[in-house]
């Protein structure tokens, strides 16, 4: 039986080792957020010599895995899935696993073909786009963006600096303002600002990169981001203080433009099916959608 035990820091070298070898652009393959968002969602890892194993849930959200990530990307990983099957069946009574890549989908069909269904999950698909198109803002597609902008620039004079450990309270500050302000749920804002302290206090550790925005002297924004493999950033974090019109827009590229300009994409997570946040990721255009799959078995 595989021996699940919770993310910790010191779990973060053996969690990579899996990790690095594939390539991974999506979210839940970043030790970073698995390890701000634990106890919000019981996240636990099971190193076996082959595979990397994920378990997740709580008492809102069914338990599931998702797919093993394999010590050798070229092994099949058929007799992993069974591990899994094992695992599930035994454990909760059903086989469920989520947050399957196309790419991954494609080798679990190659290995074991017609095991396994799949249905699409829009809710957790990632938006990715072109990290010089959010740097540049070039074209008719976004020109409201620049106009935001511009806007912003000539009310306010902002000034853009890295992250450091002196402006964490004020980075707490706009998280709570938040929250109140989008009349967040109480469970809902303490699991974010659980996430957000984690992220403040172990930012290095994490290998993470923040940055804020001051205005006449205050954090009005701050923003932390993640590159995860040669060309990709994910971007975890991004937090403004409302009243600023325009303020979000200039993060935004600020940040891709002064620490992420040599990466090619930018991921900037999923929509979780909220109105609001859909549209908003989706006027930045984003260069395609790494699309994620729940796996069950087969009918029949």
């Known amino acids: 039986m595989m021996d699940f035990r919770p993310i910790?820091?010191?779990?973060?070298?053996?969690?990579?080792?899996?990790?690095?070898?594939?390539?991974?652009?999506?979210?839940?393959?970043?030790?970073?957020?698995?390890?701000?968002?634990?106890?919000?969602?019981?996240?636990?890892?099971?190193?076996?010599?082959?595979?990397?194993?994920?378990?997740?849930?709580?008492?809102?959200?069914?338990?599931?895995?998702?797919?093993?990530?394999?010590?050798?990307?070229?092994?099949?990983?058929?007799?992993?899935?069974?591990?899994?099957?094992?695992?599930?069946?035994?454990?909760?009574?059903?086989f469920f696993l989520k947050g399957a890549t196309q790419r991954v989908m494609d080798k679990i069909n190659a290995d074991c073909p017609g095991r396994y269904e799949f249905r699409h999950d829009a809710y957790n698909s990632e938006y990715i786009y072109n990290a010089s198109d959010l740097m540049e803002l070039k074209g008719k597609k976004y020109h409201s963006k620049r106009n935001h902008i511009n806007t912003f620039l000539k009310n306010y004079t902002p000034v853009f600096e890295e992250y450091t450990p002196k402006y964490r309270e004020e980075c707490i500050a706009i998280q709570q303002a938040w929250s109140a302000e989008k009349e967040e749920n109480e469970r809902d804002a303490v699991e974010e600002m659980e996430s957000i302290t984690r992220a403040l206090d172990h930012y290095e550790y994490l290998g993470l990169k923040g940055c804020v925005v001051r205005i006449d002297g205050e954090v009005a924004a701050f923003s932390f981001g993640e590159q995860v493999c040669d060309n990709v950033v994910i971007i975890h974090i991004e937090k403004a203080k409302s009243g600023f019109g325009g303020l979000y827009a200039y993060i935004n590229r600020e940040f891709v433009a002064n620490f992420w300009s040599h990466c090619k994409y930018i991921n900037r997570e999923e929509d979780m099916g909220v109105p609001g946040i859909r549209k908003a990721k989706q006027s930045y255009r984003p260069a395609f959608m790494l699309d994620k799959y729940d796996v069950t078995l087969a009918k029949g």
């Open 8 to 94: 910790t820091l010191e779990k973060r070298d053996q969690f990579n080792e899996y990790i690095t070898k594939n390539n991974c652009h999506n979210s839940e393959a970043s030790f970073a957020n698995m390890y701000m968002w634990q106890p919000s969602w019981d996240i636990r890892m099971y190193a076996d010599p082959g595979a990397l194993f994920l378990s997740m849930g709580s008492d809102q959200y069914r338990y599931f895995l998702f797919p093993p990530h394999l010590r050798d990307p070229e092994e099949e990983i058929g007799r992993y899935m069974l591990m899994c099957e094992e695992y599930m069946q035994d454990t909760y009574g059903d």
